[in-house]
């Protein structure tokens, strides 16, 4: 069996998205607190991205929404959808957002997973044709442009990557804002971000992946794998067999999840999916002749069946597996 994004499933994840966007409780922000005047709760923080859990999955359901809406537009949830994002993004509501990063203890606020989420968002609100995403796009931009802006800053100061499977990562947060910068044409941006990918990870050989790590949602190894696969181009085969000369069964194996009430534990499911998502950039980039090709294809499958099933009916995987569920059923949207 080939997975694929049908519209059947688009409007199933929809629904699942619908179901918690604007659901407030219960909410794990990332708020610092300077003074009592800061005790306040997650709507009054954020006007559009206070569901969800949390402010990164509030962003990226929205992208998820947004993307399902272009992807099928005349889908069972699109109606649905274009309420919901007509409400939420509005030029007051964005302002809103801008303000609360102008904080100045909001400096490291959801970096760098957040910025790159947002920055997806917009990527994905920009490819869209129809008035309505016109003006969504036109909306979001003053908060898109306040995370390129983020990344400008912070870049420059980030000696060393962040290899890491959680939110920290710095490998997933290039490869969604290369993504933008290449959506929204932005030379300048995405000349940046390939030119810290290359100083970060041009040298990198040899890798011998201790993975996963019982709270991991990506793949140190293959989302590195994926940045450099969109930053090298046709030298990214070269560069992946020095990176990755043997490749052991962990990085093939769906990951086991033992208890999906455990919000740390459920990330193994993202895992599994993003695993899948990677494996399918990578393999898309190497030569057709290349037996890693032809040996991945059902290893996606295996991923993708492993979590597929999971992402609805405990609350902590579901308030974001169906956007890791679409980067991997949709990758190229």
């Not at 199933?12 to 003074?35: C, Q, Y």
């Not at 099928?72 to 919901?84: L, R, V």
Request: proline fraction near 7%.
């Amino acid at each position: 069996m080939t997975h694929t994004l049908t519209e059947s499933l688009a409007a199933k994840f929809a629904s699942v998205a619908l179901g918690h966007v604007t659901r407030e409780w219960p909410n794990k922000m990332d708020h610092t607190l300077t003074g009592p005047e800061d005790v306040i709760g997650p709507r009054a923080a954020h006007p559009i991205f206070y569901g969800s859990f949390d402010w990164h999955s509030a962003v990226h359901s929205h992208w998820l929404l947004a993307r399902i809406y272009r992807r099928f537009p005349k889908g069972a949830e699109a109606a649905n959808i274009k309420k919901m994002l007509d409400t939420q993004f509005t030029p007051q509501n964005v302002a809103g957002e801008v303000a609360y990063l102008k904080r100045p203890s909001a400096r490291g606020f959801e970096r760098p997973y957040g910025w790159a989420w947002a920055l997806m968002l917009q990527g994905e609100l920009s490819q869209h044709q129809t008035e309505e995403g016109k003006r969504w796009a036109a909306n979001l931009k003053p908060l898109a442009d306040a995370f390129v802006q983020r990344f400008k800053d912070f870049l420059p100061l980030s000696t060393y990557p962040i290899r890491s499977g959680v939110h920290s990562s710095t490998s997933f947060a290039l490869t969604l804002a290369l993504d933008y910068a290449n959506a929204v044409n932005d030379l300048a941006f995405a000349e940046l971000l390939e030119k810290k990918a290359r100083a970060w990870h041009l040298a990198d050989k040899g890798a011998n992946p201790f993975e996963p790590s019982q709270s991991d949602f990506l793949s140190p190894t293959l989302m590195e794998a994926a940045l450099m696969r969109a930053v090298l181009g046709a030298d990214f085969p070269k560069w992946f067999a020095a990176f990755l000369p043997k490749i052991p069964e962990t990085l093939l194996t769906p990951a086991t999840v033992s208890d999906r009430s455990d919000g740390q534990i459920a990330h193994l499911d993202g895992l599994n999916l993003s695993r899948a998502w990677c494996w399918k950039l990578i393999a898309d980039d190497l030569p057709p002749s290349d037996p890693l090709a032809v040996r991945i294809a059902p290893v996606i499958e295996t991923l993708l069946s492993s979590a597929l099933d999971h992402i609805a009916g405990d609350y902590m995987g579901e308030h974001w597996l169906a956007s890791f569920a679409t980067l991997a059923l949709d990758p190229y949207g």
